[in-house]
């Protein structure tokens, strides 16, 4: 059986930018390589072919491929994470980082763009919005360990994957329900997290409603529940790539 759009799939892999290592799914090898965090989910990834978590280049390498199979594949930057724009590199006050102080290559969040400061000149502060691995060449060595072709099973995947946790679910006729402990309430993230993963199920699954059931048990709340890792947003989850715990400054 080989890879198509639409499928659910499990892949191992390691990325590297000019022969080091910047991404691995085994923790062994983000351990010996030192890229080891422990905000970081192991093991193989859920990838929806054509939903667009991985660049570009690297997903249609891994259609036509069969289960099982392992390769590698280098990646020009026209399909992976660009070619770096000039256009992209802005000029803004000091003024802007309020009661943070810009230091070069810090991470920065303004005006709902993320960039790096490059260089501070007075009370001038150049930010270059190009990502981080622009120009460059992305080196993807990977195996697909797996194909989910259960409906069930990929609901609880999505829902592992994107909320990252494991919650109730079941599928009825053309329904999804998840269930939820009540304390998520007080995460911060959750709402959009139920929402674009709400969006990923609907999408691939074919469902036309999902249901959140919010449950009450009585018990004490539990601290992990009211502040998980917040480090990845729902879309930077589900990218294998990048810098996921990238600092900002709010504009």
Do not use: C
């Not at 009661?99 to 009370?123: A, C, F, L, S």
């Not at 109730?168 to 959009?192: G, H, Q």
């Not at 139920?194 to 074919?206: T, V």
């Amino acid at each position: 059986m080989t890879v198509k759009n639409g499928d659910f799939i499990r892949i191992d892999y390691t990325e590297s930018v000019d022969g080091q290592v910047i991404a691995a799914t085994d923790k062994d090898v983000a351990t010996e390589k030192g890229i080891f965090s422990e905000e970081t989910q192991y093991g193989p990834h859920l990838i929806v072919v054509g939903a667009g978590q991985i660049v570009k280049g690297f997903e249609e390498d891994l259609i036509g491929k069969e289960i099982g199979y392992s390769g590698k594949v280098e990646i020009p930057p026209e399909g992976a994470f660009g070619l770096r724009d000039p256009k992209n590199v802005e000029t803004v006050s000091i003024t802007r980082f309020k009661e943070q102080k810009p230091v070069p290559g810090m991470r920065v969040g303004i005006e709902n763009k993320v960039g790096t400061v490059t260089r501070i000149i007075g009370r001038k502060v150049s930010v270059d919005f190009n990502h981080p691995l622009a120009d460059k060449t992305i080196v993807y060595e990977y195996k697909i360990a797996e194909e989910i072709e259960d409906r069930e099973e990929k609901l609880k995947a999505l829902i592992k994957t994107f909320a990252r946790m494991e919650l109730e679910s079941e599928i009825k006729d053309d329904m999804a329900i998840i269930t939820a402990p009540w304390e998520l309430s007080y995460y911060k993230e959750w709402l959009m997290i139920r929402r674009g993963l709400a969006d990923m199920i609907i999408q691939h699954l074919g469902l036309k409603e999902v249901h959140y059931v919010e449950k009450h048990t009585g018990e004490r709340v539990k601290a992990e529940l009211i502040s998980p890792p917040t480090k990845e947003t729902v879309a930077e989850e589900s990218k294998p790539e990048e810098l996921k715990s990238e600092e900002t400054t709010p504009a």
